[in-house]
């Protein structure tokens, strides 16, 4: 490990508007684990990029709309988006813009290589073009006739460019998927690019006429073109690092991981791969994709009028309850429905009930007991179990980029803690006695440990944590074991509590409740009260669901909060049924689900559908579910 480096990646943001939900999500996951592995090998061997995309059709089109010069454009978008991370306390290395000068060489040197290898020709094509993503289509990419994205019909174009030979490399880049069976992940995007790589891989045109398009790189071996887009975008990757003789390259390239969204899958698999193949450089280690956020059940996209702005939701409810609520609710690689009901939900369970709550409890029971002083080390009392184990199930997770999975491991923590203390009741013990100390300096100590394991994922939280056990910092260049261990920040006596100030304040909705005992039946005036039509019944949505994790929730002995995956999305969804089936006896298990049911609010969680159950007369309730198991998503008919 001592050599170890690691290098990670966002896309680079298109400039043709500013940032929104999507953009944060990427950024706030390499934010994530950026810290992370910062906080595993210290901040010297994690190099985390991000940046702009600053050429090409749309960004001239958008500044000629807005009055601007392409360049004054891209200056004040990127501006923005630069503003916006920081607001957001993101820390990238590096803010790389496709219009630095030292990019646009780059891109030149790197054309003028595989241009003199040969793997570049001219020639004439013909072909559906879509403006918004500045690329050809094929028929067979288009559905209906229309970009899959946009969902705009393309605009046929026939003109001379240069073409780059990647059919020349399609052979090696299936060999190269088949050999490192991890380069692309999780592996349904994997499958999906074996998929299109069955047919023949076309050429890539990557340049674009002059007299089209001004707004871009010129190609070095012919001034009447600029290159295309993506071919100038993905090399900002190495440019960066001061490919090809930079010492940065040399170090951080080995150690390469891209992080993007599924919607721009096939350059970064297919194109970007073969492009550093053609130029005599090893790929890249692994490309990680995740879902979209949807909101109505469509994807979020400024072309379809869906956006959310994150700095409205992090002003509005603190920047780590947002980073949290993105991290927790969406299932790395699959996609996720955005709400703001559901944030609260998130906000007021997870962050005030579970964490906050045990938080306040242990500080202020040492302030009322001991004056705030934190005396001798406590030898575990049982938990440091807990912790070696959520220690353990984060290094895993975050192996996969499962951030949800990691932030659970986390929370079981926080319940296993919160359990000790209910166990011991140390609020109704003698303050004298040693067991009283021991158990709450325990939580104290495993509180601390806490907060290092919450670093990269709540850092505004977990440095208030720290502060409030007595802790003004924590060294960063220790590396993981030696931050969890409580020498490298003195013994416990040399500190004192702090003012204990809630770390988050529980947000009050104002849906109203119904009432106890009654029932909303839906009126069928077509047919008779007992009768529905087979109209109405065909309203239902009913599908299988798997269960992804469940927990209790807390101040109820009936409801269950689960995770239900269907398909491409997972839902949350609150059951009544935590009496029959604890949490622990949920996940892996196939539900039948009321997908289409309007959502409600239960004990301030959004329920986002209805798992249906059988009750015979003597009160026995059975979970309903397939006969046998059958894909997430299915349709019950």
């Known amino acids: 490990m001592s050599g170890e480096t690691y290098y990670l990646t966002t896309p680079i943001y298109y400039v043709n508007a500013t940032p929104h939900l999507g953009h944060a999500y990427t950024t706030i996951l390499a934010d994530t684990m950026a810290r992370f592995q910062r906080l595993r090998l210290g901040p010297e061997r994690v190099y985390f990029l991000t940046g702009t995309d600053e050429h090409g059709d749309k960004v001239a089109q958008a500044a000629a709309k807005a009055g601007e010069s392409p360049q004054a454009y891209a200056d004040r978008i990127s501006g923005i988006f630069q503003e ?18 030292h990019h646009k060489r780059t891109v030149q040197r790197f054309l003028q290589q595989i241009y003199d290898s040969g793997d570049i020709y ?43 030979r990647m059919g020349k490399y399609q052979s090696w880049l299936i060999d190269h998927i088949h050999g490192h069976p991890d380069f692309i992940r999780p592996d349904r995007y994997k499958n999906e690019v074996l998929s299109f790589l069955k047919d023949p891989l076309e050429d890539l045109c990557i340049s674009r006429p002059r007299a089209r398009l001004e707004w871009g790189i010129p190609i070095p071996f012919d001034e009447q073109f600029v290159t295309y887009v993506w071919f100038d975008a993905l090399i900002n990757y190495i440019s960066a690092l001061g490919w090809p003789e930079g010492e940065e390259f040399r170090r951080f390239w080995p150690a390469a991981q891209h992080l993007i969204a599924k919607d721009i899958l096939k350059p970064h698999a297919i194109y970007w791969p073969i492009m550093l193949k053609a130029a005599g450089i090893e790929p890249y280690g692994h490309l990680n994709v995740h879902g979209y956020w949807k909101i109505e059940e469509a994807k979020m996209s400024k072309s379809l009028g869906k956006v959310v702005r994150p700095l409205d939701l992090a002003g509005a409810y603190g920047r780590d309850a947002f980073r949290y609520f993105l991290l ?98 140390p609020w109704k013990q003698d303050p004298g006695d040693a067991r009283t100390k021991t158990v709450l300096f325990t939580a104290a100590e495993t509180l601390r440990k806490m907060a290092v394991l919450l670093m990269p994922f709540l850092p505004d939280t977990a440095e208030r944590m720290l502060q409030g056990l007595g802790i003004d910092a924590m060294p960063t260049s220790i590396g993981l074991e030696e931050a969890l261990a409580s020498e490298v920040v003195g013994s416990p006596r040399e500190r004192r509590v702090r003012e204990v100030r809630a770390l988050f304040p529980r947000i009050e909705t104002t849906s109203p409740k119904p009432s106890r005992g009654t029932k909303e039946v839906p009126a069928f005036p077509e047919a008779p009260p007992d009768q529905i039509t087979i109209e109405e019944f065909r309203r239902l949505d009913l599908r299988v669901g798997e269960v992804v994790e469940a927990e209790a929730v807390p101040g109820s002995k009936k409801l269950v909060r689960l995770r239900v995956r269907l398909k491409d999305e997972e839902r949350t969804v609150v059951a009544g049924l935590r009496e029959q089936y604890p949490p622990e006896t949920w996940p892996g298990k196939q539900v039948i689900l009321v997908a289409n049911l309007k959502p409600t609010t239960l004990m301030g969680i959004q329920s986002q559908g209805m798992v249906l159950a059988a009750e015979d007369d003597a009160g026995r309730i059975v979970l309903l579910k397939p006969e046998q198991p059958i894909p997430p998503g299915s349709k019950i008919r």
């Open 122 to 164: 001219f020639g004439e094509y013909g072909g559906h073009y879509c403006f918004g993503c500045e690329r050809f289509y094929t028929e067979k990419e288009l559905q209906d006739g229309k970009c899959p994205d946009h969902q705009t019909a393309p605009t046929f174009i026939k003109e001379e460019n240069y073409f780059f």
């Open 84 to 101: 916006t991370w920081k607001r957001l306390g993101l820390t990238p290395n590096q803010f790389i813009r496709t219009t630095s000068d």
């Open 328 to 425: 927790r609710e969406m299932t790395f690689g699959l996609d996720a429905s955005f709400s703001e009901e559901a944030l609260v939900a998130r906000l007021n369970a997870d962050l005030a009930n579970d964490l906050g709550n045990l938080y306040s409890r242990v500080l202020k029971l040492i302030e009322r007991y001991y004056n705030g002083a934190l005396s001798d080390r406590p030898d575990g009392g049982g938990l440091s179990g807990a912790t070696g184990a959520a220690v353990a199930e984060i290094g895993a997770a975050m192996k996969r980029f499962a951030f949800s999975e990691a932030l659970g491991a986390i929370w079981d923590l926080v319940s296993a803690t919160n359990k000790y203390l209910v166990t011991n009741e």
